[in-house]
């Protein structure tokens, strides 16, 4: 009987979305992956990060082949949230002072296609939400350079090695210091005018 009630809860919990917990993808691109988990980790609402692959035409690929610069894959994070919990546009927030919005196929001291910066959008509103914030940063935040981030619709998402994950929780003082030697919080200040 208690096996018959459970089934009943669990298809009416599928059939009716709004009983079932909602959560939602963001998914970005703004250079090394490792150091774009922590800055979402640390946000209340964010359920996951996950370092990966998008943007580009082969499946599966490895991160040497990434790395390569062939793929035309970004290294990116894909963020699982509860949107009840932490907005979209708060996230958009973090990830753009994360990043710099200013270079092309590029993100501080990692130079290639593969760490360009990118918002891939899962829906039309992610799409206009982040249309509407790099239109809001041309307008009132100025830099030397435009800001060229790309927009662009998400497609499939292949998580990197398990090592890649969470690295700066595994290895942190190698995390640190590649941080540090590759100028990301230097350069960040000098972007956003406060530490990051």
Not at 7 to 29: D, G, K, R, S, Y
Not at 42 to 59: A, C, F, M, R
Not at 88 to 93: G, S
Request: aromatic share 14%; hydrophobic share 35%.
């Amino acid at each position: 009987m208690k096996r018959m009630i459970f089934l009943w809860m669990v298809m009416i919990m599928a059939t009716n979305p709004a009983m079932a917990q909602e959560t939602e993808i963001a998914t970005f691109a703004g250079g090394c992956f490792w150091c774009m988990e922590h800055p979402f980790d640390e946000l209340d609402g964010v359920i996951s990060t996950t370092s990966g692959y998008t943007g580009g035409h082969k499946n599966h690929p490895s991160y040497a082949e990434v790395s390569s610069g062939t793929t035309g894959h970004a290294e990116a994070i894909e963020i699982r949230f509860d949107p009840k919990r932490v907005t979209y546009q708060k996230l958009l927030d973090v990830y753009w002072r994360n990043t710099d919005p200013t270079t092309p196929n590029r993100q501080f001291c990692d130079v290639g296609t593969q760490y360009r910066p990118a918002i891939f959008y899962h829906s039309e509103a992610q799409k206009q939400a982040a249309e509407a914030s790099k239109q809001e940063l041309m307008q009132h935040k100025s830099f030397d350079r435009p800001i060229i981030t790309e927009i662009t619709a998400a497609g499939p998402f292949w998580p990197a090695e398990e090592y890649h994950q969470n690295y700066y929780l595994k290895n942190p003082i190698r995390y640190k210091f590649y941080r540090y030697n590759c100028g990301r919080d230097q350069r960040l200040q000098q972007l956003w005018g406060e530490a990051q």
